[in-house]
């Protein structure tokens, strides 16, 4: 089955970190640039950050520049976002999604998404 | 960045009845890179639409998507009771990608 599924979300203190992760399976992970995407509690969708099928080409949202760091394993066919120095505006689902461009394509828009993983920012 | 901004917010309509939702964009996208999704309570989002016009693999063609620079429409030939959902857009010709606020399509 083609899926992703994501995990490490939780509630965690402002300025504190979390490393999140996915897990594909289903369709050839090192082929294919991969996203993650967040929506807060009742909101919209923010691209936060992508990444290229061999790590070589990585870009963030500006609002998380600094301070999130996104990385894979084609390996383990696993993308990690670490992020660090939370604030409360970072409180969303986070998504993992797939880009639907096929190396050596980006296509920058989505055609899977995880169910996500929910991050809390809270005292 | 652009900026996308999708009106109505809310469009009250009976199955059966027909919607256009609309995405305007703060400039013009590039090579009509616009997408659709439609996100239902509970779940993530769903591609419906890309290239403005074209529709995503097993779409029905009770959905199509027209537009270019810096106007689009998502319209919904009729609406079954599976559609009632909120639906974005989302531009991916300028870094970096940005989403329209939604359009959420409910039954009146």
């Known amino acids: 089955e083609v899926q992703l599924v994501e995990s490490g979300g939780g509630l965690v203190q402002p300025g504190r970190s979390l490393r999140l992760s996915c897990a594909a399976s289903g369709f050839t992970f090192d082929d294919y640039a991969m996203h993650w995407v967040r929506q807060p509690p009742g909101k919209g969708l923010e691209w936060v950050s992508g990444i290229s099928w061999d790590s070589g080409s990585i870009g963030y949202a500006e609002s998380v520049q600094g301070r999130f760091t996104i990385s894979r394993d084609n390996a383990k066919n696993s993308l990690y976002l670490q992020v660090n120095r939370l604030r409360p505006e970072d409180t969303a689902l986070y998504y993992c999604?797939?880009?639907?461009?096929?190396?050596?394509?980006?296509?920058?828009?989505?055609?899977?998404w995880g169910r996500g993983t929910l991050v809390t920012v809270s005292s | 960045e652009i900026v996308l901004t999708q009106s109505p917010g809310t469009l009250s309509l009976s199955p059966g009845e027909g919607a256009t939702l609309s995405c305007r964009a703060s400039q013009n996208v590039g090579s009509n890179s616009l997408a659709w999704y439609q996100q239902k309570p509970g779940q993530a989002p769903r591609l419906l639409i890309y290239g403005a016009s074209s529709r995503a693999t097993g779409i029905p063609d009770r959905f199509s998507g027209s537009g270019s620079g810096t106007d689009f429409t998502l319209t919904i030939s009729r609406l079954e009771p599976e559609d009632f959902a909120v639906y974005y857009c989302q531009q991916y010709g300028s870094s970096p990608p940005t989403f329209g606020g939604g359009t959420k399509v409910e039954i009146k």
């Open positions: 999604v797939k880009d639907s461009g096929s190396w050596p394509t980006l296509n920058w828009y989505f055609d899977l």
